[in-house]
């Protein structure tokens, strides 16, 4: 087959693949595209031409056949359809058209599970397949998302060049994003958020991470604010200052940040703020759902992830929890009047939550390298989260730091940093929960992270008890504290303690 002029290829024009698109052509790559639905391609380049600097980088094709040709050999592919079914029927159209070496590059937001399977397929076949997660949404699509890849060293050498040049980037000795890109204007400099993250689904299952870290971190937000918002009485306005006040701190970050903006947003139809008439119920896509599924398969105890889904799920519920309001009472809120100190308290909360989190999301990661015999690089990951990504934040610096002091260490809670962090806001951490459970406040993250906390630093949990009722209805055996681990024993319950048996 001919051997075109294009640098690279890029199949699916949704919002996602047109952004990644301009945002190749306008590192000086020249990109062809392709789109199942032709109208969508000619839309995409009349689009580009009227208002794009870099149209001319950007070659629009309207069969398969003629967007292979376009791309120089060994191509690379890049796959923006959606997750799924999609994505193999995609593959299975295009592998006819392809030559040995090229490389197919899956940028959506796929099951790490399939991830695996194709690039087991593909290089079957010949081929090579790189999952590559995508993170940042349309903006970061367009001037510098996260990237994630996963695949064989061979092929992402070939891809490297490009993904380092489109991907966010921050500041060298800070670590600070760097903003500003415009169309055809791209960043200079700056360290990439990019990196090899292993073999095969490495780069998708640690995408899912960050979304169920992102599922986690929404929701202890969401609860400093309904702590506030119930226990002072303050308007959105007032509680959107707060959150202001936060990002300049320890908490600053994307999500703090919007969320300061989207408090202070007034109803454009109406009286009062936005965020008052916006219905309770949140959506779901899966990528935190995965995460949990995951943590339970792997026996990684995430439970504050999971309770961020179940948090979304229970507020889908929103008839019945309307009928539930009336039938169900709790206590009366209390009158909070130190204002300033509840505040701090709260801070306190979110940031060891926060912590507790993070912990957990790179505890399931550190278990799936197991599982999946991938080699992780952990400060590396959440380097390239500082930049492009929903979670970006100053705190990703300080996980960075933790594993270049200890590339070993087995919890984030236990870095020294992050160690001072919990033992200064513990006290305040334990008020707050407490008060919302008294309230009759749901603060599930706040709680779960500090039921984390409290079980992780137990050298003794009641399981001695668990494990004796395991064996007396179900003869499962326990060791004991007295006897070597390994030791199994057996007793038949109820009974005398002299007919125990080794088992
Ligand atoms: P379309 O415009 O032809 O629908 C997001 O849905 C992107 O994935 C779109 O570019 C869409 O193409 C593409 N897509 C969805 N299902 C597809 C399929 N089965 N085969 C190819 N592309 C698909």
């Excluded at 792997?298 to 309770?307: L, R, S, T, W, Y």
């Excluded at 080699?375 to 500082?386: E, H, N, S």
């Excluded at 334990?430 to 993250?445: F, I, N, T, Y």
Aim: charged residues 20%; contains cysteine.
């Amino acid at each position: 087959m001919t051997s075109g002029i294009a640098d690279i290829g890029l199949i699916g024009l949704a919002v996602m693949g047109q952004n990644l698109a301009l945002n190749i052509a306008d590192h000086g790559h020249t990109i062809a595209v392709y789109n199942r639905t032709a109208e969508k391609t000619r839309g995409f380049i009349a689009d580009c031409e009227k208002n794009e600097p870099s149209a001319a980088r950007v070659i629009g094709t309207e069969s398969l056949p003629e967007f292979v040709a376009a791309i120089k050999r060994p191509r690379k592919i890049v796959l923006l359809v959606k997750a799924g079914t999609a994505t193999d029927q995609t593959i299975a159209t295009l592998l006819p058209h392809l030559d040995p070496g090229d490389i197919v590059i899956d940028g959506g937001n796929a099951h790490w599970l399939d991830t695996i399977r194709r690039e087991q397929e593909l290089t079957a076949q010949g081929f090579s397949f790189i999952g590559s997660g995508v993170s940042g949404g349309e903006t970061g699509a367009r001037f510098g998302p996260s990237l994630m890849p996963g695949g064989s060293p061979e092929a992402w050498a070939e891809l490297e060049p490009i993904w380092r040049d489109i991907a966010a980037k921050v500041d060298e000795q800070t670590g600070a994003p760097l903003e500003g890109a415009e169309p055809g204007k791209p960043l200079s400099g700056g360290v990439s958020c990019t990196a090899h993250i292993g073999a095969n689904g490495a780069g998708h299952y640690v995408k899912m991470v960050h979304n169920g870290i992102e599922y986690i971190d929404m929701q202890l937000i969401c609860e400093a604010y309904w702590l506030i918002k119930h226990l002072l009485g303050w308007e959105a306005d007032a509680i959107g200052q707060v959150f202001a006040d936060w990002n300049r701190g320890e908490l600053s970050s994307y999500l703090i940040e919007i969320t300061a903006d989207i408090l202070q947003q007034r109803d454009p139809s109406g009286d009062g703020f936005l965020v008052d008439k916006v219905l309770d119920t949140a959506g779901q896509k899966g990528t935190g759902q995965w995460t949990s599924t995951s943590a339970l398969e792997q026996g990684v105890p995430a439970n504050a992830m999971a309770e961020a889904v179940f948090s979304r799920a229970l507020s889908a519920l929103k008839d019945e929890r309307v009928q539930a309001g009336d039938a169900l009472h709790g206590p009366k809120l209390p009158i909070v009047n130190d204002a300033p100190a509840l505040i701090a308290s709260i801070r306190n909360a979110l940031y060891c939550s926060k912590i507790c989190a993070y912990a957990q999301g790179f505890q399931l990661m550190a278990e799936a390298q197991k599982t999946y015999g991938w080699r992780l690089d952990f400060g590396t990951i959440a380097q390239i989260w500082r930049g492009g990504c929903i979670i970006r934040a100053n705190f990703l610096q300080k996980i960075t730091d933790a594993y270049i002091r200890d590339p070993g260490l087995k919890n984030l809670m236990l870095d020294p940093y992050f160690r001072d962090a919990l033992h200064s806001g513990q006290e305040n951490w334990r008020e707050v929960v407490a008060l919302a459970v008294k309230s009759g406040l749901p603060v599930p993250a706040f709680g779960s992270a500090l039921a984390y906390f409290d079980g992780y630093r137990s050298s003794r949990l009641p399981a001695n008890l668990l494990q004796a009722q395991r064996d007396y209805f179900g003869a499962h055996t326990y060791e004991r504290t007295d006897q070597p681990r390994g030791k199994f024993f057996h007793l038949d319950w109820p009974g005398d303690p002299r007919v125990q048996v080794e088992v």
